[in-house]
Structures are given as structure tokens and as C-alpha cells.
């Protein structure tokens, strides 16, 4: 996936090659940072106003500083892809640290935040979305702060790791054996027509997507109900499927070479991908308005 040529760096537009930060940089040395990714659909954004909002409040739970406000912010996104004239489906990644100054565990005084954001091209997996994906299940090694979302992402990236050299898509993890999410998206598990996931604790990202899927399943009268459910709990399911930015709503028909009920994507998880691309059409035409 090749970056377009215009990023947004600190609080301006400049060619991607012109990037240059020191090495004594917080987010490079402590992972001293937080992200987003943020979709894209036929050149517009979805679930803008969430993931911005996320970020605040990412930075604000590490005490960093943005250079902006949210309106600031989602202005400067939009032209973004104006920039770029983006019109396909994509994703916009955006990044802001605690600075560059010398390497110190304390935080630096009066250096502003680095803020830099770029648009990808992203197509559709829409060959797993209508199939479905195999996953594997994993210890969840992480900190106990994975609402916020920061740049700490070793332990994801070992399990993800771990799920491709399985063959498999993601990395179920789990706590105790309480499934708590995968290694970059949600996960439910659907049982006697209710979904189950884990509760929105400090201990999982509050997916910007599991919001939408949430309203979703209360639009469809379909229980949804925030408690955390057992690895064992996985082989008598009905349906299991993911939720992010990226993946959509995505069916998971295997679990750790174990099919799941009759290896097809299930009726909810159906009606849950028919509701989430509603949802992006709509929000297309309120975007072009």
C-alpha cells in the first residue's frame, strides 16, 4: 500500500519525503505516543468525529498535549484528503508524540508535541468478509490500559505475528481464560440469538466500530450484552465474528483449527454487515452535503 504524496505534519501539509525527525524522539524511543486509524470509503471518512474524539482522549489519559483542537483537527483531516484528491477506499494513519528532546524517562518541559497523519489506499477484504476468517487464541500479555490507544504495541504484534505464521487472520486473546479482544480488532461471540463481548473497561479498546455495532444490534432487537465469555465458550458458539476500522464486520469461522457451528457466516453476523454498509452509505451522503 503505497502513502500519497501530501501528509499533514504538525499543523501544515508538506511531500512525504520531507518527514525528518531526531533520533532523541519520544515516540521512537519510549513508544511515548498515541494513534489512529481512521477508514475510508469512496474518498470520504467514516466514523470521523469518533476516532478524533478517541484520540483526545488518548492523549489526554498520557497527558499529552495536542497541537490542535478536535474541530482544528477534523478541518485539517478533511483537507487532507482534498490534498490528495482521495477517492478510492483507504485509511488515514495519524500519530502524535510527547516531542523529540534528549532521552529522559521524565517528560520533557516546553516541547511541543510531533503530530503527522497520511492516506493510504485500502481496498476491501471483501473476499474474508463474505468467507470468513480462521484465528488462533493467545495469552493476553498486554498493560492494563488498552483503552488508550498508544504506540505500546509489541505484545499485539507478536500475537498477530503468531496468527500468520498459523495461516490464520488474528489472535484471539484472553485473560485467565476470559477472551478480552483479538490482537487489532473485538471480538463477540453470538449464542441463542444474543452477542456477547467483553465490557468496555480499561482492560480493551472501546473499537469506534464495536459503537456502531452496538447500535446496530439494538436497531435489529438483537441482545447485545457486554460480558466477557471463556476460550471454552468458543468451540459451542453459534457465530463469532470482529469488528474494527479496517476489518468491518468480519466472520470468524475458525478458531484454532476448530470450526466454528457450520464453518459459513452466520444470520447476525449477516445482518450486522448489511447494517454497517447502510451506515457507511448514509454517511457518505451526509459527508458530500
Known sequence: MSVYPI???QKSFTHKDNLNYPFEERGLQFGDGVYEVIR?????????EEHVDRLFRSA????????????????LLLDLLKRNEMKTDGKVYLQATRGSAPRDHVFPANIPANFYAYVQDQPRHSEKL?????????????????YIKSLNL????????????????????HKDGVVTECSSSNV???????????????????????????K????????????????????????????????EVLPVIKVDNQQIATGKPGAITRKLQEAYEA????RQIQFTK
Open 60 to 75: 489526554e489519559a498520557v497527558k499529552i498535549k495536542l497541537l490542535f483542537t478536535n474541530e482544528e483537527l477534523k478541518a
Open 7 to 9: 501528509i499533514m505534519a
Open 188 to 214: 463477540y461471540l453470538v449464542k441463542n440469538g444474543n452477542i456477547y463481548t467483553h465490557p468496555a473497561t480499561k482492560g480493551i479498546l472501546h473499537g469506534c466500530v464495536r459503537m456502531r455495532v452496538e
Open 216 to 247: 446496530f444490534a439494538h436497531d435489529l432487537d438483537i441482545p447485545f450484552i457486554e460480558e466477557g465469555f471463556a476460550v471454552e465458550d468458543i468451540e459451542m458458539a453459534d457465530e463469532l465474528f470482529l469488528s474494527s476500522s479496517t476489518s
Open 130 to 146: 463474505e468467507k470468513g476468517v480462521s484465528t488462533i487464541t493467545q495469552r493476553d500479555i498486554r498493560w492494563e490500559n488498552c
Open 154 to 173: 509489541l505484545p499485539n504484534v507478536l500475537a498477530k505475528q503468531a496468527a500468520k505464521e498459523q495461516g490464520c487472520y488474528e489472535a484471539i486473546l
Open 279 to 282: 451506515d457507511v452509505k448514509q
Open 40 to 48: 475510508i470509503y469512496d474518498g470520504a471518512y467514516y466514523l470521523l
